[in-house]
């Protein structure tokens, strides 16, 4: 029964007492009909503070009950939703999911857990191509081809300072993976990433800025991918990586998008332990004109799966990476040393390297250098909003004799030169590409000591 009841209740008590002392001092003198009214005054007096505590009794039964019904209720949540079982033993927490020390329930973790979850980013592109190659007879009668481009399914997110990435791509008759890692947040500026990654060599991620690449993509030493450990370190103004590859791959076939050994034929030789790094340092940091110059350097163990023997490899490059308003550029120069052990009979001057599926020999050793520059701009053309203009020129000087169809020849100064442009129109996108190629290892035309030429267009719609 609360204060207020009973306050009220005395009230009343006095009152009927008051009442009641008046009623007796005046029956003693009042007359006989007079007193006959007093007593029937007195009996609805009682009858009223009967009816008064039987409804306060139903009030204090009322309150009782509903006092009841919540405490239930508090207890049942408390119960099932903030109690739980951990490896230390039972965690009570109280009614805002925390425990009594105020560290967060096992449930409110979880609960982080799954939203972050649910920060899962899924995307992918679709792409169609058309491409007409001067030095194909068919492609010449045709006026071009169509074709399927590639379908690509990406995953990234990131939980609890654990970031992870995967690529796969399909193509016609054969996909793969393009990266896939889990990695550690150690800092703000350091990040470990296990698995297929991106490797720190060269100019920038890609080291291109077109569609079709350039010679130190298709040798390996641009916008290559291998399998192992790496970590970075971002500090603004200098960026450094350092890495350990168990392998060039996860796999030892060719079908993969980065270039490297494939052991496979005569040319029986794999990349493995092998050691890697990047450091850089950004002049003009976090404006609109900055250059970033950098070393990268790798190199490991090159064995070979026939003579069970093992020879080395090594390569070096310098780089330059630079945003100028709207133009920007790509510099690199690398030098590159394989030393194997293959059988007797099998030539050391060249090396066996493959991806998509296909396989090609470059220079066990050689020179590469490569310049490329962008003009990137805002457009109002029909549904397209920004356009950019490229050109991607390579070079590859080898030293000694190098022969990539296996002829037993000398080819020398292999070129390849993409100028182009890139339309965007979010989510859709068109690349213009006109490629040119001279001994360009088999990729525009055939080593003949002429330029030729592919004609190419890709469509594309990424989600």
Do not use: C
């Amino acid at each position: 029964m609360t204060s207020q009841s009973d306050s009220r209740r005395l009230k009343i008590l006095v009152l009927s007492l008051s009442i009641s002392t008046a009623m007796a001092a005046t029956a003693a003198q009042a007359a006989p009909q007079d007193q006959q009214t007093i007593e029937a005054l007195r009996a609805q007096l009682q009858q009223m503070q009967q009816r008064l505590d039987r409804l306060e009794q139903q009030q204090a039964a009322a309150s009782q009950e509903s006092t009841q019904d919540t405490g239930t209720s508090q207890s049942s949540q408390n119960t099932s939703n903030s109690t739980q079982q951990s490896g230390g033993g039972q965690q009570v927490a109280n009614s805002e999911g925390r425990t009594q020390s105020g560290v967060p329930s096992t449930a409110e973790e979880n609960q982080s857990a799954i939203e972050q979850l649910q920060q899962t980013k899924i995307g992918g592109t679709l792409e169609l191509s058309t491409h007409f190659d001067d030095w194909n007879e068919g492609s010449r009668d045709r006026a071009g081809d169509m074709d399927f481009g590639k379908f690509i399914l990406t995953v990234d997110g990131e939980v609890n300072d654990i970031p992870y990435s995967m690529e796969y791509r399909f193509y016609d008759g054969y996909q793969f993976l393009h990266h896939g890692w889990v990695g550690y947040n150690a800092s703000d500026e350091d990040t470990f990433q296990l698995g297929l990654v991106q490797s720190p060599f060269g100019s920038s991620e890609f080291g291109y800025m077109g569609w079709y690449g350039n010679l130190p993509y298709y040798m390996g030493f641009a916008d290559n991918q291998n399998a192992g450990l790496k970590w970075e370190h971002d500090a603004g103004k200098w960026t450094s990586s350092l890495a350990f590859f168990k392998n060039s791959q996860l796999g030892t076939g060719n079908e993969h998008y980065g270039t490297n050994p494939v052991p496979e034929g005569d040319q029986d030789n794999r990349a493995v332990n092998q050691l890697a790094g990047r450091f850089g340092y950004t002049f003009g940091y976090d404006t609109d004109y900055s250059t970033e110059l950098a070393i990268s350097g790798r190199g490991g163990q090159f064995y070979n799966d026939t003579t069970n023997d093992s020879g080395d490899n090594w390569a070096t490059a310098l780089s330059l990476n630079g945003k100028y308003g709207n133009w920007s550029t790509l510099l690199q120069a690398t030098h590159y040393e394989y030393h194997a052990k293959n059988p007797t009979g099998v030539s050391r001057d060249t090396v066996q390297v493959g991806s998509f599926g296909g396989n090609w020999l470059i220079p066990a050793t050689a020179q590469i250098y490569s310049a490329s520059l962008g003009y990137d701009m805002d457009v109002d053309w029909g549904p397209f909003s920004s356009v950019t203009f490229f050109n991607d020129y390579s070079y590859v000087s080898p030293d000694g004799d190098y022969d990539f169809a296996g002829n037993g020849g000398s080819i020398q100064d292999p070129q390849l030169n993409d100028v182009g442009m890139l339309l965007s129109a979010d989510p859709f996108y068109v690349w213009f590409d006109i490629v040119t190629g001279k001994n360009a290892l088999g990729f525009i035309g055939p080593a003949d000591d002429q330029w030729h030429t592919s004609i190419q267009s890709n469509f594309g719609v990424t989600f």
